[in-house]
Each structure stands twice: as structure tokens, then as C-alpha cells.
């Protein structure tokens, strides 16, 4: 069954002197066996197998990031060490970035007319006010929503 692709980039415009959002909507009809997949890169097998190997490579590394195995942080002069924290889904990090920035405005002034510096002051101050509550932290923790915590 066929699906619409959605492309996207952003780049710096001259005459707007703007960066903006340029997207392309293609058709993409997925392939059913190996010879239709060949036949659409025009028998080219040398194609055939870059694009297989491109699929691998994404198929190992959504495996990759799935598994149990450990994750690393690398500094600034390439040194890896086992990552030891507590990390958060996505989502959850998400939530906790509207919350930082409406704390920030509700109790430390944050506003689009604050200096960079003013802004990001707001929002320390403001994680670290949610982050020192462990009931917020325990909702983090938690992937069903924090229902647990409330408990």
C-alpha cells in the first residue's frame, strides 16, 4: 500500500535572510520481493546492495538502541565512559520542558523579551525546583505516566 513520504530540511534563505522550513511530499509503494526492489533502482546492483545496506545499518541501529546493551558518553577529547544515570523516556522529556518553561514564566519571569542569558537563568532555576521534588522525579521515573508515583 502505497504512503506519502514527508521530507524535510531547514535551510537559510537569501532573500528572506530568514532560516526556513522547506518540505516534499513523495509517494513511496513499498516492494514485495527482491527482483521488483532491483527493477526500481533500474538493475543496478551495486544500488541495490547500497540501499539494503543503508536499511541494514538502520535496522542495527533501532536493534542497537533497544537493547540492554550499556550506553556510553563521550568528552570532549573523545574519551567514552559508561553511561551510569537515570534517563527518561522522550516523552517524559518533553513534558518536563513545558513545565520547566511555564514555571519559569509563572515564578521567575521568563518572557520572549529576556536576554538569552535572563532566559536561561529562568529555566535552571526552574528544573531545579522541579527536580529537587521527588514526586516529579518519581513521575519521570515511571513510563506509565507517573500513575504510580501518585499512588
Do not use: C
Not at 535496522?59 to 546493551?69: G, I, M, Q
Not at 513545565?99 to 536576554?115: C, D, I, R, T
Amino acid at each position: 500500500m502505497a504512503e506519502t513520504l514527508r521530507i524535510q530540511r531547514k535551510q537559510f534563505d537569501l532573500d528572506s535572510k530568514e532560516d526556513v522550513i522547506l518540505i516534499k511530499e513523495v509517494t513511496f509503494e513499498p516492494v514485495t520481493s527482491n527482483q521488483e526492489a532491483l527493477a526500481r533502482v533500474g538493475n543496478d546492483a551495486k544500488k541495490f546492495l547500497e540501499i539494503v545496506n543503508q536499511g541494514l545499518r538502520d535496522f542495527t541501529r533501532e536493534s542497537a538502541s533497544n537493547d540492554s546493551s550499556p550506553w556510553f558518553l563521550e568528552d570532549e577529547e573523545g574519551e567514552k565512559s559508561e553511561y551510569t544515570g537515570t534517563p527518561i523516556s522522550e516523552e517524559k522529556s518533553k513534558q518536563l520542558a513545558i513545565n520547566v518553561l511555564n514555571m519559569a514564566k509563572m515564578l521567575f519571569g521568563y518572557s520572549k523579551k529576556m536576554k538569552p542569558e535572563e532566559k536561561k537563568a529562568a529555566k535552571e532555576k526552574a528544573q531545579a525546583m522541579l527536580l529537587n521534588n521527588p514526586v516529579v522525579v518519581e513521575s519521570l521515573k515511571n513510563q506509565d505516566g507517573g500513575a504510580a508515583a501518585a499512588k
